[in-house]
């Protein structure tokens, strides 16, 4: 083995060439870690954006995944949240509802207002007139109707009234009147005395048309109405009502505005026109200041027409004084300005004098 000495290279020269040796090394490790740096640098962006659209890819399948619609559903707080604010819709909703409930109670309304009325509307339809006029009375004075209902029932039946009561037409199975002929010796009075009819003379005149009461003719045919006719008063209203028939056959034939007593002071009961009571062109004293008014005087304030009353129940039955009659203050009907009497109008009054019979005819007074 040869020493150091007797090598052809010296150790001078052998350290110089490890050392650039070991250099080198340092030198190629040096230069692949800056060719990865500049590398990644250069590639950070795209793995970035790799990253981010594989993440967003990843992750996009679980933002509609249902699975977290459950616990939204099954938490108690939104039931306490909806719970809370329960109030406030609720009056909304009245609100809204209101409304809607009177209309839809006032059609229940009109159809059972058109079935009520709907009998007798078909019976006048069919001109049926005598059996339309008893079915839309009944119907009437059975009550219950509504105000607009009652108002047509009323209008219906006045004009049936002017055909079948107010006129000269007879229509058949009209229980309420007949045909006459006039025979020899024949008057007015004497005509209603013997056929027992419960009307004033004065009523067969006027629905006759004649002019003159002494000049019918022998052959001539009447119109007879048979009566009995019955007056109810209204206080809240101020009507008086004429009805013809008695009991469940009464038919509306008339309505009347009136007026009534101050301080409410005309009673309320059943009474009876008086006998020996009813009176034309009146006299009339004054009971408070005993002033007399004679007949056919313009300045009487009790009219042309007297109907006296008189009471027929135990509460009424001591009530003095009391009428029906006229007034020469028109402006006074529909108001209470009377002594406690019923006032019609002029034109009233005379029809009502000459439909309500003494001891037959009574007069409710509501």
């Not at 005993?290 to 135990?314: K, S, T, V, Y």
């Amino acid at each position: 083995m040869s020493l150091p000495s007797q090598s052809g290279i010296s150790l001078a020269r052998r350290g110089t060439m490890y050392r650039r040796k070991r250099g080198r090394k340092k030198l190629s490790w040096l230069l692949v870690i800056a060719t990865a740096a500049a590398i990644t640098w250069f590639l950070w962006p795209d793995q970035q954006i790799v990253e981010f659209e594989e993440v967003a890819v990843v992750q996009t399948p679980t933002i509609p995944t249902p699975p977290a619609l459950p616990p939204v559903v099954e938490t108690p707080a939104p039931v306490v949240a909806i719970a809370e604010p329960e109030p406030e819709p609720a009056s909304i909703e009245i609100a809204e509802i209101i409304p809607l409930a009177s209309t839809t109670t006032e059609l229940p309304k009109i159809n059972t207002a058109s079935s009520k009325l709907d009998d007798g509307l078909a019976l006048l339809d069919n001109n049926q007139l005598s059996a339309a006029q008893r079915s839309l009375s009944a119907t009437l004075r059975g009550g219950g109707l509504t105000s607009s209902e009652e108002a047509q029932a009323r209008g219906v039946l006045a004009d049936l009234a002017d055909d079948l009561v107010f006129s000269r037409n007879i229509v058949s199975n009209d229980p309420f009147s007949m045909d006459y002929t006039v025979r020899g010796g024949d008057t007015l009075s004497g005509i209603v005395s013997r056929m027992g009819l419960q009307v004033d003379w004065r009523f067969i005149q006027r629905i006759n048309g004649i002019q003159k009461p002494s000049a019918i003719r022998v052959g001539q045919n009447l119109k007879l109405v048979t009566g009995p006719f019955h007056a109810v008063v209204n206080k809240d209203t101020y009507r008086a009502d004429i009805f013809l028939g008695d009991g469940n056959d009464q038919v509306l034939v008339r309505s009347f505005k009136v007026g009534l007593g101050e301080y409410n002071s005309t009673p309320t009961g059943l009474f009876k026109v008086r006998k020996n009571s009813k009176l034309i062109n009146p006299p009339w004293t004054n009971p408070r200041t005993r002033e007399f008014f004679g007949a056919n005087n313009p300045d009487n304030p009790i009219g042309e027409r007297w109907i006296g009353l008189e009471g027929i129940e135990e509460r009424t039955r001591d009530l003095s004084g009391l009428g029906m009659h006229g007034t020469i203050d028109p402006d006074s009907i529909g108001k209470d300005a009377s002594m406690g009497c019923v006032r019609m109008h002029g034109g009233d009054v005379e029809q009502a004098y000459e439909m309500l019979v003494e001891g037959v005819s009574t007069v409710e007074i509501r």
